[in-house]
């Protein structure tokens, strides 16, 4: 025990690879969509981002790198999705790794690209290269 910390917390978590499908919502609009009758604070919930599966589970997203444009991009919310990513045991949280939307039917990977500079990025931004505007596109499923 580490300054009052149970020993348990330094052991290792099993860790397993997951493909998990459904719409990436926001937690208020999954609590909305399951008619549970939950009364919680506006603010939070709208910001925690979430997946709704379609039987009805809410597994609540990590923010990082890998998941940031769900969090920052209304436009890949609130349509079928596919991710892939790691849950953690003990942890409620599922970390994405890579994910795809639907777009015209098809699961497609967003990515933001600068016309000028040919870059693309994962999440919404200015261009790291000439400071302009980042459109999004999808590149279509492989």
Not at 33 to 53: M, N, Y
Not at 81 to 102: D, M, N, S
Not at 106 to 117: A, D, H
């Amino acid at each position: 025990m580490v300054s009052g910390l149970p020993a348990s917390l330094g052991a290792e978590v099993p860790v397993h690879d997951v493909v998990l499908r459904g719409k990436v919502v926001t937690l208020a609009a999954a609590l909305d969509a399951k008619k549970l009758g939950i009364r919680v604070d506006p603010e939070p919930t709208a910001s925690t981002v979430v997946l709704l599966s379609e039987d009805g589970t809410i597994t609540p997203l990590l923010s990082d790198e890998a998941s940031r444009a769900l969090f920052l991009d209304k436009r890949l919310q609130n349509r079928p999705a596919e991710l892939r990513g790691k849950r953690f045991g003990g942890v409620p949280y599922f970390q994405v790794v890579t994910f795809k939307v639907e777009q015209d039917g098809k699961l497609q990977t967003p990515e933001y690209y600068c016309n000028i500079c040919t870059i693309s990025v994962r999440f919404p931004q200015v261009c790291p290269c000439c400071q302009g505007s980042m459109e999004l596109r999808m590149k279509p499923g492989r």
